[in-house]
């Protein structure tokens, strides 16, 4: 019968699935566990129930239940026992350890080195013999290094480190040529030397003295030798140059000798606060606040003064010029001197011999010569500016202006003004500033309000000690004062017609109902009881005269009025200190009043910015100034006693 091509007939298992591989019909391939059949030719198909080209055979099974999970363990003994994680049967326990076999050992062991190959270190090891006897022989070649090349080092940067820091060392470049870098740390601080002190030794000339020094913790650093010398020439001897032996004078080198004892003796040294202290004495006998101890006059000093020719002292201390003529000699004869001397002798002939018709010796009179044949003024002459060496004063100019210095020269200009402004008790000028000014040139004027107007009062007095102004005006009848110390103002007004104040007759028998009528009234018709003579004022009736002083009615005692100058060369830089008798230093008991006596003085006063200090001496006062005045300043001085 015919042969017939029935193709493949029967399914050919391919395993798991490949993308890479070319799958013919009937081909079975796992895949993510299932299994699927090829339906026809398929390459990178991947298998899916799709029955074109695959047909899904069997899919994944179930999950199984979890295994238990059995761990061995093993004994000292050698029994392995089993422990698991179920609750499972374990194996039975079983020994596993064999019989003892033969004990292990070495036998020879040796080493050979080859010391003059330079090639890579290489060892090699070779064991023979049985396990319990093992012989082991090493042989080491290449253990010479290669001979190097001789480097070439430079010094790279050297950097200053802080104290404390590590030393860094950085090598850079190629072999042989390299550069050394280097960091290296600054030393600790050292301490300084506080005081130096013997410690060994008693000074004695010959001897050695040991010092220590010390510093500020004063813990001990060292110590030095000092030679005391015997007689300044022994070996050893410190001299005055410095050299050893001296021979010269000590060159200090502009270093200081210190630490030196009070001097005690002619020839000691002497220190600087001893001539400070005589400094001070000496400036305090000149300024009048250290007593000046004169010592008595004996025969041959005056006040420790070596009495010089021509001067005798008695022993009471009288002192009296010597006779300095020559004795001898007659009327007419001068004084002539000689080589042995001087003699009185006669005039000599020579010289003017006529003048004005009189011959012989000629003494000059009256109207003998005029002012112009000496170089002298005529009587007329009236000196300008120029001749005096004055500054002449600019044209123009209105009462009351001030003289200016501006940088062309001089002009007159409008004295400024300060405007005090006084409200109740209460300035807005502190009177310090208020005697500034003034002193400065200023018009000062205080706006007070009264009887319903404001008046400008001109300053009047300065007080001082108290630091205090006053101003004071008349207003008619009135009397308005104003009192600044500091910034506190008291404002009192004085009513002087008696015709507004009222008058209560009481027992005087007068019908006046007020002081003015009283008065007249008085003076036409005083009666003979006016007076009650049972009164008294101190001890005296009313019906006599009686004398009341400041005191008995409160008032004031009258001041210590004095005159004084502060002379123009009595300057000490921008000090002068003048006499003042009855001045105190206790400002709380005394105000001092001080006035220029003229125009002059006020204006040398003004432009040298004088002021006056609070005293610090009795019967002394102290003015400074800004720029010391070429012109005398005449003072008026009153002294009031406070309390």
């Not at 022993?315 to 004084?335: E, H, N, R, Y």
């Amino acid at each position: 019968m015919p042969n017939t091509v029935l193709g493949k007939v029967s399914v050919v298992p391919k395993g798991d699935y490949s993308a890479s591989t070319t799958y013919y019909a009937l081909d079975i391939v796992g895949y993510n566990g299932g299994s699927y059949l090829a339906m026809q030719q398929v390459t990178g198909v991947t298998p899916s129930n799709d029955q074109t080209n695959w047909m899904q055979l069997s899919g994944p099974g179930l999950p199984g239940v979890d295994g238990v999970t059995f761990t061995p363990s093993v004994s000292e003994a050698g029994v392995i026992s089993w422990t698991n994680d179920g609750e499972e049967e374990n194996p039975d326990p079983v020994n596993i350890m064999g019989p003892p076999g033969a004990a292990a050992g070495f036998g020879t062991v040796t080493a050979t080195a080859d010391n003059t190959s330079s090639e890579t270190p290489s060892v090699d090891v070779q064991s023979s013999g049985p396990d319990t006897a093992k012989n082991f022989t090493f042989a080491f070649t290449g253990l010479k290094g290669k001979t190097g090349e001789t480097p070439n080092i430079e010094i790279g940067t050297v950097n200053t480190l802080e104290p404390g820091q590590d030393a860094t060392v950085n090598i850079t470049g190629t072999t042989p040529n390299l550069t050394l870098s280097l960091g290296i740390p600054k030393g600790q601080p050292g301490t300084s030397v506080s005081r130096i002190q013997r410690t060994s030794g008693t000074g004695a000339a010959g001897t050695t003295d040991t010092y220590t020094m010390y510093d500020s913790n004063d813990d001990a650093i060292g110590t030095f030798t000092v030679y005391n010398g015997a007689n300044g020439t022994g070996a050893g001897d410190f001299m005055a140059d410095g050299s050893v032996p001296m021979t010269g004078a000590l060159d200090m080198g502009g270093n200081k000798i210190t630490n030196l004892g009070a001097p005690g003796a002619d020839t000691d040294a002497v220190r600087k606060s001893d001539l400070d202290a005589v400094a001070a004495e000496v400036d305090g006998i000149l300024d009048g606040t250290t007593p000046a101890y004169i010592p008595p006059a004996t025969t041959v000093k005056i006040g420790g003064v070596i009495i010089g020719e021509g001067l005798s002292v008695e022993a009471d201390g009288t002192v009296s010029a010597d006779d300095q003529f020559p004795a001898g000699g007659t009327d007419g004869q001068i004084l002539t001197k000689t080589a042995d001397g001087v003699a009185w002798e006669d005039a000599p002939e020579a010289g003017v011999t006529s003048f004005k018709g009189r011959t012989g010796a000629v003494t000059p009179q009256e109207g003998d010569y005029t002012a112009g044949m000496v170089g002298a003024r005529p009587s007329t002459w009236t000196p300008t500016a120029s001749d005096v060496g004055a500054i002449p004063n600019p044209s123009g100019g209105t009462p009351g202006q001030l003289l200016s210095k501006t940088e062309s020269g001089a002009e007159w200009v409008d004295k400024p003004v300060m405007y005090v402004t006084v409200s109740g008790t209460t300035s807005d000028k502190s009177s310090t500033e208020i005697i500034q000014a003034s002193i400065n040139g200023y018009a000062v004027f205080a706006v007070v309000s009264r009887l319903g107007a404001l008046y400008a009062l001109p300053l009047a007095t300065q007080n001082l000690s108290g630091q205090a102004v006053s101003f004071m005006i008349f207003i008619g009848d009135r009397t308005i004062s104003c009192y600044i110390k500091g910034t506190t103002a008291t404002v009192s007004e004085i009513v002087l017609d008696a015709s507004r104040v009222t008058f209560a007759p009481g027992e005087t028998g007068l019908t006046a109902d007020n002081v003015q009528d009283a008065i007249e009234e008085v003076q036409g018709n005083i009666p003979t009881d006016y007076v009650p003579t049972s009164r008294t004022v101190n001890g005296q009736a009313l019906s006599q005269n009686i004398t009341l002083d400041a005191e008995d009615v409160g008032a004031m005692p009258p001041p210590n009025r004095q005159t004084a100058t502060l002379s123009a060369s009595g300057w000490s830089g921008n000090s002068q200190t003048i006499i003042v008798n009855g001045v105190i230093t206790d400002t709380s008991a005394q105000d001092i009043d001080i006035s220029c006596a003229d125009r002059a003085s006020a204006d040398a006063w003004a432009a040298g910015g004088v002021w006056c200090s609070n005293p610090t001496l009795a019967n002394r006062l102290t003015f400074t100034c800004t720029t010391p005045p070429t012109a005398n300043i005449h003072l008026n001085i009153r002294l009031w006693e406070v309390g």
